[in-house]
């Protein structure tokens, strides 16, 4: 064999040094992977703002009539459980006759503001919304205004018992977040 040859093939082979190159850069990977992590998981949410995701209401023992309001990210949300009347008089709306004709619903943006599509579906004499005036963002009072359902005294918006804008400055009916029922008397907002 000549030299030529014998050269060519340890060159072919792995050698220490080239396995020293390879621990090295593998090790210094593993180390920048392991300086970066906490960097990266600080962007994560913390505890607080995870809690405040969901939040989880029992509305097992609500009669007709009654309201609720809780807190979901920093916001109230209003579960009315409406009597007969109110629901007859949200019915009887027409959708056309209304300044906002959608239901502004998390889950179905295009639904139009029908009380059926407004409603609690597993239980239609429900209503969940959120309790901000679509206007400037003040707090509607409960049970008042001229249909009965809600009204912002900042302004004069008036809200039916269906939670649809009426009368006055408010663009929007009051939106109505995504919930879920996770047993037969509690709801999952969020």
Not at 37 to 44: E, H, R, S, V, Y
Not at 65 to 89: C, L, N
Request: proline share 8%; with cysteine.
């Amino acid at each position: 064999m000549t030299k030529l040859s014998t050269e060519a093939q340890t060159q072919d082979e792995p050698t220490r040094r080239d396995f020293l190159f390879i621990a090295t850069a593998a090790m210094g990977a593993v180390g920048v992977g392991g300086l970066a992590w906490p960097f990266i998981a600080q962007m994560n949410p913390d505890a607080s703002a995870l809690a405040l995701s969901t939040s989880e209401v029992d509305v097992g023992s609500m009669q007709p009539g009654e309201q609720v309001s809780v807190m979901w990210r920093g916001k109230p949300v209003f579960i009315r459980y409406r009597t007969e009347e109110e629901i007859a008089e949200a019915e009887a709306v027409d959708v056309s006759d209304l300044p906002d004709q959608s239901a502004r619903l998390d889950v179905d943006p295009d639904a139009p503001a029908t009380n059926e599509a407004r409603s609690v579906a597993e239980n239609p004499a429900m209503i969940l919304m959120l309790g901000v005036c679509t206007h400037l963002g003040c707090i509607p009072l409960s049970e008042a205004g001229d249909f009965g359902g809600w009204f912002c005294p900042c302004h004069g918006s008036h809200y039916d018992t269906a939670g649809r804008i009426r009368r006055g400055p408010a663009p929007e009916n009051l939106p109505i977040p995504q919930y879920e029922f996770i047993s037969d008397t509690t709801i999952r907002i969020g």
